[in-house]
Structures are given as structure tokens and as C-alpha cells.
């Protein structure tokens, strides 16, 4: 056994140091080891340091272990030369002593000890410089030993382990940056001249930068990310997007990586829902097994010819002269649906399908919302129905609402729609239209605002690592779409209305904002529409019902695109509930419920807008420099008129000083663009010119 006790009477008399003038003495400074002589010892000490300064500091900063003891009437040159010989015996001692040997041979025995009772169990009679040597190893030691003054406490092997990875992760950290450092300058040479040819990586170091770079494009913002990132890009200009431009580079993704997925966590596509295999044939099973037969309603459903995630049907009795019966009829995902397992949290995250230029990724599995819960006709699907009596004029008379199995008739397209309507050849088509434009009145009475603009459709074909560019102006079905916007707003103000009556709670879509009664209309025109929306606030999403301005409606409470977006999904799961007898979740659990959904439909709306627009700004650049594009002027402010492409249906800001002559807000003006950055939303404006310049 060491002799701890005698290590307990070493501590003592080591706190009281003999110092006196001529003491060589040693003490940190910037976490620095710095040998100095004791000039005076009033007050403070006064020290004349190695570096022959003359310094004030406090007896506290003197280390545990002092002397030899100087003559004091030597000249202040042979103080500092016996320094130096006293300072380099000291480091050749330290040179030769294994601290890690010590830790083994004292940590089972003592927590914590002085430097002396150190030295003498490796020195028979230890001298000023032996202490002072293995002092000086024992403070750079930090992994096995901490000085906190006077004593060296003594780390367990736990800590030691510990701390020993901690050393080896930060090599390899060193080693990741000083790799990664010099690979990205390549990589960013390899931007300007394609020929540069990259590195081979280790594997380890490659897999880690990929891993930070892919990192960088979904959370560019981390602190985290930035500490580290910061240094590999450091000869780098710094640019937004960068992470995103060297991964890139370096083909980690392709061309028009989507990174908004990433930065939103919303994974593209349909293998996500692989591991929900099980969980999705206990709902098949489910769905088949009490499976019923269907009411004899020949329902219709209109959509555009690529619709796969069909939710809503119609069918209507009567005539103009006795009225209507109205039966529309939803989707019904919900059947069989556990709410709070992984497979629902994971759809709540994805909280609505993104229909995007390059495709569609839909919110449910493929498996529920394109096949099963798809209203296909000629198959047998669950379906909340809605029962509408309506007057010869289109005014609501009674409503009811019940769940059951619906058989669609046929899955029409706009264009069929469009064309049987105009050629008069389908009564019920006839019918619903008729009764579509007087809701639409209805509304208009109201106070609706109606927006008519046509949206050009982006289409994509792919070339090699590239896309060929199109906007396409879309054929406009005034008619067919007419029909299901509106029977989709008389659905959901239905829903509210019915929630309130019998209390149940829903999650409701408002806008409780008071709109001037001009506002009220059908508007066309680009300069009256841009002025109209800056009227119109966002709507919220809340659990108490106020009233839909810009629809024209008391209440609005979603529930027709169940298959698409989570908040009709679940207002779907409430309605079942009522219908069912069985107690709907609480308005205090609805509630809780929105912080989230508010997040995620921020994220998902984000995404369906930029990346639009991201298309439309590449098209652009794409043809810049072969045509002018026409743009209407639609607002001033201090500086820039804002003007709309009609065409292309796309907003820019244009410097006030481009323009010459008059200026007033629907003229039509002929740009030239200088420079378009689809990536960072940036587009600038060149020339400006009149209308009657020729394109």
C-alpha cells in the first residue's frame, strides 16, 4: 500500500511555501508554464520572468513546488542565466517521465496527492528539479491527472477512457478538417474548370464529408454545422447554397436538387412508407373484411386525366322546376386508421401531397391513397356522404351526413366534362354546372372574392442530366372547374355548419377579416387582382369557426381532399367518430394538435411555392437572351414598379430608374433580364421598353 497518510502531512506542508527572496518559483499564465525569481516578496510578489520581465502577481498563482533559492546580490543577468540552466534541467526531467506509467501505479490507491509524495516514489531524495520536472508532466497530462492548486487529483479509468476517445475523435476531426479543407478547394476550382480532376478520399474521411455536406443542405443554419463548416470552407467565398453547390459538384445529387425536402424533412416519393408494410395490410385486411355493399347512387368524380388520389364524387336528382338533391361523396382513409402510431405521425409530418413540376409525392402510402381509399369507379370504397336538398335557386333546404359504401360510376376528366357540357349531351353535368354558378352567386352576394388567372403548367422532359423546359398555357374548363370548386366549398361550409349544430369539434379554416364591398367580384385583370390580394391576410387554421371572407362563407371547415391533406383527414376522423356514436377527440386536443400542423403546412406550402417558381425562373434564364417578355405594371412604391408576367405568372420588382416616360399602373411594358439566380430567387431587370418595341 502507498503511504497515503504521509501523503495527507505532505499537502500541509506544501501550502505553506517558504518564500522569500532568490526562490525561484514557477506559475501559469495562459495556461502557459513560466519560471520566475522572487525579487520582493511586500504585498504581492515581484518576479523577474525568464523573458527578463519584471511582473506584480499574487502568492496564489505560485505552484506547489519551489526553489533552489538564489543568492540575492547577483547581478540581474546571472539571475536569468541560472534560470535558463534551472529551466532546461527541469524540461530534460520532464523529457524523461512517464506519466501514464505513474497513473497505473497510483490510481487504485488515491484520488488526489501533492507533487512531492509523487517524486519520492520515484526519486530517493527528489531535488527542487525533480519535483519541479514531474510537475510540469503531470500539468500537461490532461488526461490522466488535473492540478487544481496544490494537489493533482487523479482520474478513475472510466474517465480516463473517456477522455482518451475524446483525444482520438479530435485526431480524426483534425484529420477530416485538413482533408476536407483541401477537397472542397477542388471541388470549387472544379466549378469554374470541369476538367480538374478530384482526389481519391479515404473511405472513412468520404463518408463524413458526404454525411456533413448533406447535413449543410437540410440545416445550413445549425451552430453546430457552422463551427465546423466554417473551417473546411474557409478559402472558400461564402455564398448561400454553398453546401448544396459542392455536393453538387462532386454528384452527390443531381442538377435541381430539390433541397427544400431536406430543410423540411419530407422525404420524396414512396419508399418511406416500406417500413409501414404490416401496418398498412392490417388496414387492407381490415378494409376487405367488412367490406359492404355499396348505395345505389351513380356518383361521378371530375379531375384532371393524371389524378391517381381521387377523393370526391357527386350526383344529383331533380330538375330546375322542383329543385335538387345533391349527394356528394368523400373519401374515406380513415377506416381502420390507429391515430398515434409511427405510420400516423409519420403522415401528420408530411401533412399534405406536393404536386411539383417534376412529379407528385403524396401524403398517405401509395398503397391507401392511390389504390384503396381512391375513389376508382367501378369499385366498392368507403365514403362519407352528404345529403344536400337544395331550392330551384340553389339555396340550401336540409343536409345530412352519413357514412357508407359508395360505388363511383365513372372517373370523368375536365375536358370530358367541358365538352359534354358544352355539346348539352349529359343532363346531370347540365344540372351541376347550373347549380354551380348559383352557388357561385351566392357567395358573390356574400362578399366573395374571385380570382381568375390562369396558372401555365410547367412540363419537364428530361435530357441526359438535364431538363427541356415548357410552359404551356392549360386549356381553361371554366365549367368543369367551376363545378367542383364549388361544390367543394358547399361541402366543407356544410361540414362547418353541421359541427356547429351538434358541437363536435373540427379544425376550421378562417379568414375573419372585414373586406371593402368593391373588392367583391369575379376579377380578371392583373392590376385588380394584385390590389385585391393585398387586401386578403393569410387564413388560419383554428379550432374555433369565424367566418371565410374571401369564400364568401360563415364557416369553412375542410373535409373534401382527405387523401391529401391531414387537417381534412383528421376533420374526417372526427366526423366517423359523431357518426359512430363515439365521443370525437376533445377542442383542447385539436388545439394541441395545431402548433405542429401549422409548421408543417407552412414548410410543405413553402416547397410547392419556391420550387414553382425556381421552374419558372430557369425557364427564363433558359430564353433570356433570344426574347423580351411582357409585363404589366400592377404597383409602385418608392423605388421599384412591380409588374406581372402574365404568361408566365410570375411577380418582379423593376428600379423606378429604367423607365422612361409615363407610367401607370396596367401598362404594358417589354423586358430584357441582366441576370436570373433560380437558386437564390434573384432576377434583374437589364432594359425596359415600351410595348410597342418588338419582341
Keep these: 500500500m502507498f503511504p497515503v497518510l504521509k501523503n495527507k502531512v505532505l499537502r500541509i506542508v506544501n501550502n505553506q511555501l517558504n518564500l522569500k527572496p532568490g526562490c525561484i518559483v514557477e506559475y501559469l499564465h495562459s495556461n502557459q508554464l513560466n519560471i520566475g525569481s522572487i525579487l520582493s516578496t511586500e504585498k504581492n510578489l515581484t518576479l523577474i520572468t525568464q523573458q527578463n520581465r519584471t511582473i506584480k502577481i499574487t502568492k496564489s498563482r505560485i505552484l506547489p513546488w519551489i526553489g533552489p533559492y538564489l543568492k540575492q546580490d547577483l547581478l540581474r ?103 476536407g479543407r483541401r477537397f472542397f478547394n477542388i471541388l470549387w476550382e472544379k466549378r469554374q474548370n470541369p476538367k480538374v480532376e478530384l482526389p481519391d478520399l479515404e473511405e472513412n474521411i468520404r463518408n463524413e464529408l458526404v454525411l456533413f455536406l448533406k447535413k449543410g443542405i437540410a440545416n445550413p443554419d445549425n451552430k453546430g ?53 404490416k401496418e398498412i395490410q392490417k388496414i387492407k385486411d381490415n378494409f376487405y373484411r367488412i367490406q359492404g355493399n355499396p348505395e345505389q347512387i351513380p356518383f361521378i368524380s371530375i379531375d384532371s386525366a393524371s389524378t391517381k388520389d381521387i377523393d370526391d364524387a357527386f350526383y344529383i336528382e331533380g330538375t330546375e322546376e322542383t329543385g335538387y338533391t345533391l349527394y356528394l361523396a368523400f373519401a374515406y382513409p380513415i377506416l381502420g386508421w390507429q391515430f398515434e402510431t409511427e405510420l400516423d405521425k409519420e403522415v401528420a409530418k ?3 401531397s406536393l404536386y411539383l413540376p417534376e412529379g407528385t409525392t403524396h401524403m398517405l402510402p401509395e398503397e391507401l391513397g392511390t389504390d384503396l381509399f381512391s375513389l376508382h369507379a367501378k369499385k366498392i370504397k368507403p365514403g362519407l356522404i352528404i345529403k344536400i336538398d337544395l331550392s330551384p335557386s340553389g339555396t340550401i333546404k336540409s343536409y345530412e351526413l352519413k357514412k357508407s359504401w359508395i360505388k363511383v360510376a ?25 347549380i354551380a354558378e348559383r352557388l357561385r352567386e351566392q357567395r358573390l352576394e356574400k362578399g366573395a372574392v374571385i380570382i381568375e388567372r390562369l396558372e401555365p403548367i410547367i412540363v419537364l422532359t428530361p435530357m441526359q442530366d438535364d431538363y427541356e423546359i415548357d410552359l404551356i398555357q392549360p386549356e381553361p374548363y371554366n365549367k368543369a372547374q367551376l363545378i367542383v370548386s364549388e361544390f367543394m366549398i358547399l361541402a366543407n361550409s356544410i361540414a362547418a355548419k353541421w359541427a356547429q349544430t ?17 373588392s367583391s367580384g369575379i376579377w380578371r385583370d392583373p392590376v385588380k387582382i394584385y390590389g385585391i390580394i393585398k387586401l386578403l391576410s393569410a387564413t388560419t387554421i383554428e379550432t374555433i369557426p369565424r367566418p371565410h371572407a374571401s369564400l364568401g362563407t360563415e364557416g369553412y371547415a375542410p373535409i373534401t381532399s382527405p387523401l391529401r391533406r391531414y387537417i381534412d383527414f383528421l376533420n374526417i376522423a372526427q366526423i366517423d367518430r359523431a357518426l359512430g356514436g363515439n365521443a370525437p377527440w376533445s377542442k383542447e386536443k385539436l388545439e394541441s394538435m395545431l402548433p405542429y400542423l401549422n409548421v408543417r403546412l407552412q414548410e410543405a406550402t413553402k416547397i410547392q411555392k419556391f420550387r414553382t417558381r425556381y421552374w419558372k425562373l430557369l425557364y427564363l434564364k433558359r430564353y433570356s437572351k433570344k426574347k423580351n417578355w411582357q409585363a404589366i405594371v400592377v404597383d409602385r412604391d418608392t423605388q421599384n414598379y412591380t409588374m406581372i408576367l402574365p404568361i408566365e405568372q410570375l411577380l418582379v420588382k423593376v428600379p423606378q430608374s429604367l423607365f422612361r416616360g409615363e407610367v401607370f399602373l396596367g401598362k404594358k411594358f417589354w423586358l430584357r433580364f441582366n441576370k436570373i439566380d433560380p437558386l437564390n430567387n434573384i432576377i434583374k431587370i437589364k432594359k425596359v421598353e415600351e410595348e410597342t418595341w418588338k419582341n
Excluded at 245 to 273: C, F, R, T
Design 225 to 277: 454545422f457552422q463551427s465546423k463548416w466554417k473551417k473546411l470552407t474557409q478559402d472558400i467565398p461564402d455564398q448561400p447554397h454553398l453546401p448544396l453547390i459542392l455536393a453538387q459538384i462532386w454528384n452527390l445529387v443531381p442538377k435541381h436538387y430539390n433541397y427544400l425536402l431536406d430543410q423540411a424533412d419530407y422525404k420524396w416519393g414512396d419508399e418511406w412508407s416500406e417500413k409501414f408494410k
Design 350 to 352: 408530411r401533412t399534405s
Design 502 to 518: 351538434k358541437d363536435i369539434p373540427l379544425i376550421f379554416r378562417n379568414q375573419d377579416i372585414s373586406l371593402p364591398r368593391e
Design 77 to 179: 543577468q546571472d539571475i536569468l542565466d541560472k534560470m535558463q540552466i534551472i529551466h532546461a534541467e527541469r524540461e530534460k526531467i520532464k523529457s524523461k517521465i512517464n506519466t501514464e506509467e505513474i497513473w497505473q501505479l497510483v490510481h487504485e490507491e488515491v484520488e488526489e496527492c501533492s507533487v512531492h509524495w509523487l517524486a519520492e516514489l520515484l526519486w530517493e531524495t527528489p531535488d527542487a528539479n525533480h519535483v519541479a520536472g514531474l510537475g510540469r508532466a503531470l500539468v500537461e497530462d490532461k488526461i490522466h491527472f488535473k492540478f487544481v492548486n496544490p494537489n493533482f487529483k487523479i482520474f478513475s479509468p472510466d474517465i480516463v477512457e473517456n477522455k482518451l476517445n475524446q483525444l482520438k475523435q479530435a485526431e480524426i476531426e483534425r484529420k477530416i478538417i485538413d482533408a
Design 410 to 434: 365513372s372517373n370523368l376528366t375536365y375536358k370530358e366534362v367541358e365538352s359534354l357540357i358544352e355539346q348539352k349531351k349529359d343532363p346531370q353535368l347540365i344540372s351541376a354546372h347550373k
